[in-house]
C-alpha cells in the first residue's frame, strides 16, 4: 500500500506480558517516528528514527520500550512487563526527512489494551 | 511548562463563522510550525505549516506565527460542520522531534 501500516490495529494483552508493535512506513520515507496517543490528549513523542539510528528516543517513558528499525524501513516498537498505564494508541508516523519535514503521514494506528 | 500549549475547548462556534485557534510554545529556536487536524477515532493529518513571522493562507485556512512571542494561531473562516474536529499545534523543536499539544476540539453548530 501506499500509506504508513501498522500492526497489529488492536491489541489485548495481560498485565506483566511482551508486546511488539509495527511500523511500515512509506517507501522512500527516511524518518519515522513513534508517538503514544491517550483520550483526549495529543500524541505524546516517544522516539525517532532517521535512517537505521534512533535519532532522539528521549521521549521513552522507561526501559521497558524499546524501539528498533535494522534495516531503515520497518521499524517495532517493543515494550516489556506491560503495565496498564501503557494502554494507548500507539501512532507511527513517518516522513521524507527529520529536519522541517513539512508533513508527517501517520498510519491508523495500534491500541494497545493491557488488562 | 508543557512544550507546547493549548486550550483543550470545546470551542463552539456556529457555522459560517470564523473559528480562531491558538498555541504556545516553550523552545525559541523552534524553527517549523503546523496544524493538524483529527477527526475522532482517526490519525492526525497536516492542513497548514508555517515556517516565517506573519501570516500564510491556504483555502479557508490561515496561519500566523509570531516568534517574539512564541504563538501560533490558525484562523478557519466560512467554517462548515466538516471543520468539526481537534486541532493539534506542533512544534519542530530545536532536536528535529516534532512535539504536539493536547489539541483544541473545536465544534461547529450549524
Known amino acids: 500500500g501506499a500509506g504508513v501500516s501498522q500492526t497489529p490495529s488492536n491489541k489485548v494483552t495481560e498485565k506483566g506480558k511482551y508486546v511488539e508493535l509495527r511500523c511500515d512506513p512509506i517507501s522512500g520515507h527516511t524518518a519515522l517516528y513513534w508517538y503514544r496517543q491517550s483520550l483526549g490528549q495529543g500524541p505524546e513523542f516517544l522516539i525517532y528514527?532517521?535512517?537505521?539510528?534512533?535519532?532522539?528516543d528521549s521521549g521513552l517513558p522507561n526501559d521497558r520500550f524499546f524501539a528498533v528499525r535494522p534495516e531503515g524501513s520497518v521499524s517495532t516498537l517493543k515494550i516489556q512487563r506491560t503495565e496498564r498505564g501503557d494502554s494507548a494508541v500507539y501512532l507511527c508516523?513517518?516522513?521524507?526527512?527529520?529536519?522541517?519535514?513539512?508533513?508527517?503521514?501517520f498510519g491508523e494506528g495500534s491500541r494497545l489494551t493491557v488488562l | 511548562q508543557k512544550e507546547v500549549e493549548q486550550n483543550s475547548g470545546p470551542l463552539s462556534v456556529p457555522e459560517g463563522a470564523i473559528a480562531s485557534l491558538n498555541c504556545t510554545y516553550s523552545?525559541?529556536?523552534?524553527?517549523?510550525f503546523f496544524w493538524y487536524r483529527q477527526y475522532s477515532g482517526k490519525s492526525p493529518e497536516l492542513i497548514m505549516s508555517i515556517y516565517s513571522n506573519g501570516d500564510k493562507e491556504d483555502g479557508r485556512f490561515t496561519a500566523q506565527l509570531n516568534k517574539a512571542s512564541q504563538y501560533v494561531s490558525l484562523l478557519i473562516r466560512d467554517s462548515q460542520p466538516s471543520d468539526s474536529a481537534t486541532y493539534l499545534c506542533a512544534v519542530d523543536s530545536s532536536a528535529s522531534k516534532i512535539i504536539f499539544g493536547s489539541g483544541t476540539r473545536l465544534s461547529i453548530r450549524p
Open positions: 523552545d525559541r529556536v523552534s524553527q517549523s
Open positions: 528514527f532517521q535512517g537505521t539510528g534512533a535519532a532522539d
Open positions: 508516523a513517518s516522513s521524507l526527512r527529520a529536519t522541517n519535514t513539512g508533513e508527517l503521514f
